[in-house]
């Protein structure tokens, strides 16, 4: 029976594996295609090479060492979306890097830009970082995320259409001479065959239906076109890929003997994109792991994830490969295909790494229109149709408005300024719904309540005469610059006419200066009039590891 049992655990993970890597690999490929594309044609085979690596190397370095066992870790969405802004506005000389630079150069700060990323996600899980990740709000992540839909969307328009290097979208669609029908017709049948394709079959991935009903139509129209059957000089292709050990190695010798070049002022410029880089690629990892936890009633280890995430993407930017992230799609896929435990993320790089062994050359014949209409469908589904639905209701309008700001940052700008915007937003969401729940949670008088103490009959006497001039403020929740009005206002009616104003304490999770201050003001007023201000079990230690006990006599 357990061995009965064991074989078809077995059986699960490598059936896990297997499909989590028919759903990895083409989008992978597109990724690396759309990040480097920039650079040239001569780079889109190196981005499709990058994309591969990528999956190998990330499967078998993040599965082997992360906190989310049925996590597939692969190249994503915000990683090519980052990459490929990057590199258009290195190309353009806009970073404080002095440029513009030769594609070679831009090549070797995108590799630095993904290692300082991936030590910024180390760092991340190592000093616990993953708890406050998972806490930025809602309304930030979505506009992120959706920002950077829309951006990939965009950008795979001029791939689609054929349009040549350097055209302006909308100069080429107003010129039907730029646009190339076969590549058009290629992307389109492949969009259709991906949304589609699912309603016949549930046993094949949507990508390898749409990558396969684009490749069945371009072969088609080869028949037709015998200019399409080869590979030399096609635009349509991604084109001659080789990889062997010889090529990886060499690799890695020319970059990191590039890697002298750098100065610190080099380093510094690139230091705001591997934070947008690493912020996006851990909030990218915690959502899909937060899913997972949903989907297989489990608990992952977020800090253990973000350092392995870190290793993973410092091991693929040695190698030549992109980084990414725990991507939704293939690990859902790969639960629902019986993986259960880590095996399956290490088999999804093994299988990955059989691909790009065996089958390397024949990726070239894939049409760069197919992989643009891959990114077009995985875009689309990025955006959050559901931020229109926050319209509906005057509470949550102010939450739809971010999720729009970091989205209009982000393309009309970048994903660095959306992020920058982004952790604005937060702060002022975290002020609004701190300074809209009360911080006193009730008020009470002497005569209302009294301690448990035992008292002699002469002390009570006093204590009922008293009981109106003694108030009590049960607080709760933190008290800083953002509620202290709101604190003052509630106290206010009771300074001028109280023997004793008395502040419950054990529900504070945390104060400021700006706080203390104005109870320091209080209790000026109160000692005018011979009047005594007493705090009431002060937390030794709090949310932010302060004692308050010590922090309010300094």
Known sequence: ????????????????????????????????????????????????????????????????????????????????????????????????????????????????????????????????????????????????????????????????????????????????????????????????????????????????????????????????????????GNVLLIGPITFDVNTVTTGISDRWSAMGQFRFADIAALLVPALTLSVLLSIDTLKTCVIVDAVTRSRHQSNRELVAQGIGNLATNILGGMPGAGTMGATLVNISSGGSTRISGILEGGFSLAVLLLFSTLIGWVPVSALAGILMVV?????????????????????????????VVAVRFNLIAASGTGVALAVILFLREQVKSSVVRRRLTGLQISSKRSRIPEEKEILNSQGQSIVIYELQGSLFFGTTDQLYTRLEPDIPHCNFLVLDMRNVRSADLTAVHMLEHIQGMLLERGASLVFSDLPSSTLTGRDLGTYFTQ
Not at 382 to 403: A, E, G, K, N, P
Request: net charge positive; with cysteine.
């Open 1 to 232: 029976m357990q061995s009965r049992a064991r074989s078809g655990s077995i059986s699960g993970e490598i059936w896990g594996g297997m499909s989590a890597t028919l759903v990895a690999l083409p989008s992978a490929i597109a990724y690396g295609v759309a990040a480097y594309a920039d650079l040239g044609r001569d780079y889109i085979a190196y981005g499709a090479m990058s994309g591969l690596l990528g999956t190998v190397v990330l499967g078998l370095v993040a599965s082997t060492l992360g906190g989310a066992p049925r996590l597939i870790t692969a190249p994503c969405a915000p990683a090519a979306a980052v990459l490929a802004a990057l590199t258009s506005r290195l190309l353009a000389g806009e970073i404080a890097v002095p440029g513009p630079f030769p594609p070679e150069r831009v090549l070797l700060l995108l590799t630095m830009v993904g290692l300082l990323a991936a030590v910024f996600q180390f760092f991340y899980g190592a000093l616990g970082g993953g708890r406050v990740i998972k806490y930025i709000p809602f309304p930030v992540v979505s506009g992120y995320l959706s920002g950077v839909g829309i951006i990939i969307f965009l950008s795979q328009i001029p791939k689609l259409m054929g349009f040549p290097k350097g055209i302006d979208p909308w100069k080429g669609f107003l010129d039907p001479t730029l646009w190339n029908k076969t590549g058009i017709l290629v992307g389109v049948v492949t969009i259709l065959g991906m949304t589609l394709g699912p309603r016949l079959t549930k046993a094949i991935p949507a990508p390898i239906l749409g990558l396969f009903a684009g490749l069945l139509t371009y072969f088609a129209l080869s028949l037709h076109n015998p200019s399409l059957r080869h590979m030399a």
């Open 379 to 407: 875009a689309f589904r990025m955006f959050d149709w559901h931020s229109f639905y926050l319209l509906r209701q005057r509470s949550t309008l102010l939450d739809f408005f971010v999720i729009a700001a970091v989205i």
